[in-house]
């Protein structure tokens, strides 16, 4: 069965400092990753999918297949980057998709 | 061009009662998604459609959810005899075959 777990609810770091969100999933088969954001009063939108290898607003995520996890990192936060995070995870050539529950990303002045 | 949109924006039901909720996608997306959002829960996946293959309902709660996609657009997600605990937003999103979704705004749904 396909889950995907974020570990951490809430999240709060300084302004600057660096940050990773974690996301580590379950799938018997070759998944396909991705990140989505809500910032406030906004809709969830795509951050990035591990298949595009691209950097966006200065996050990144590797895919780790050997600790099935796909952590997103940033080296310097800033406070615009205050949002919900959330992880998702769908198999390669379907389209269901599962999303864990979310990261909510604090970035304190 | 116009985005995902979702009616109503806001629904208040008493218990027992049947709701609809409506979502246009982007057109020309061939997938579409329903997606229910409680407190604390993230996203719970419900149902999707893709082109003209049967829907993928394993995520339905209950044999009182069903969704329906007529002509390939427009999808209505139909709650019967509602109960306190469907009270969520419900989010739709739509996509192309390289599956990045485009979500709708969402229809928070409250159910006395």
């Known amino acids: 069965a396909q889950r995907v777990t974020q570990p951490e609810k809430l999240l709060s770091v300084f302004k600057g400092a660096p940050v990773e969100l974690k996301c580590n999933y379950s799938?018997?088969?070759?998944?396909?990753l991705f990140w989505y954001v809500q910032y406030s009063r906004q809709r969830l939108q795509l951050l990035l999918r591990?298949?595009s290898r691209e950097s966006i607003k200065g996050f990144t995520a590797d895919l780790n297949k050997g600790e099935t996890s796909f952590h997103l990192k940033k080296p310097f936060a800033q406070e615009e980057d205050s949002a919900m995070y959330y992880c998702a995870l769908s198999a390669t050539g379907g389209f269901k998709t599962i999303f864990g529950a979310g990261t909510r990303l604090f970035v304190k002045a | 061009g116009a985005g995902v949109s979702q009616s109503p924006s806001n629904k208040v039901t008493e218990k027992g009662k049947d709701v609809e909720l409506r979502c246009d996608p982007i057109s020309g997306h061939t997938a579409l998604y329903w997606y229910r959002q409680s407190l604390g829960q993230g996203l719970e996946f419900l149902i999707y459609f893709q082109g003209n293959s049967a829907p993928d309902k394993s995520g339905l709660p209950s044999d009182r959810f069903s969704a329906e996609r007529t002509g390939g657009s427009v999808s209505t997600l139909t709650i019967q005899r509602t109960q306190q605990e469907d009270s969520a937003v419900y989010l739709c999103a739509s996509s192309l075959r390289e599956k990045t979704q485009y979500f709708g705004p969402g229809t928070r749904l409250l159910v006395l």
């Open positions: 799938y018997s088969g070759s998944p396909e």
């Open positions: 591990h298949i």
